[in-house]
Nanobody, 122 residues
Framework: HVQLVESGGDSVQAGGSLRLSCLLSGTRYIPTYMAWFRQAPGKEREGVAVFIGHGATYYGDFVKGRFTISLDDAKSTVYLHMTNLNPEDTAMYYC?????????????????WGQGTQVTVS
């Protein structure tokens, strides 16, 4: 079965950068939709970025050009490169995927999920 494992979360100062990684296993084919979501304490899970198989990418409004999602098909890995981080970006970041047509950015429509990686910005 499909497994997603995130890594790269850390504690950084405001203005800093991080690169999150999501390693996909258990399948030969990367799901058409691969996305990053985040959830801060007391808040709903929100869509950060999505990569669609043909190369289209979409971002949450709050990203404002600071983050980039990318896919390395050979490594079965999805990345989220984050720059100019601020304390409002503090959250657990989750990798998600779906083979169908999930309703981005609605989290519940994505079938596959990782366990998350914590990002803390101070």
């Amino acid at each position: 079965h499909v497994q997603l494992v995130e890594s790269g979360g850390d504690s950084v100062q405001a203005g800093g950068s991080l690169r999150l990684s999501c390693l996909l296993s258990g399948t030969r084919y990367i799901p058409t939709y691969m996305a990053w979501f985040r959830q801060a304490p007391g808040k709903e899970r929100e869509g950060v970025a999505v990569f669609i198989g043909h190369g289209a990418t979409y971002y949450g409004d709050f990203v404002k050009g600071r983050f980039t999602i990318s896919l390395d098909d050979a490594k079965s890995t999805v990345y989220l490169h984050m720059t100019n981080l601020n304390p409002e970006d503090t959250a657990m970041y989750y990798c998600a995927g779906d083979r169908g047509e999930p309703r981005w950015p609605t989290a519940l429509t994505f079938a596959y999920w990782g366990q998350g990686t914590q990002v803390t910005v101070s």
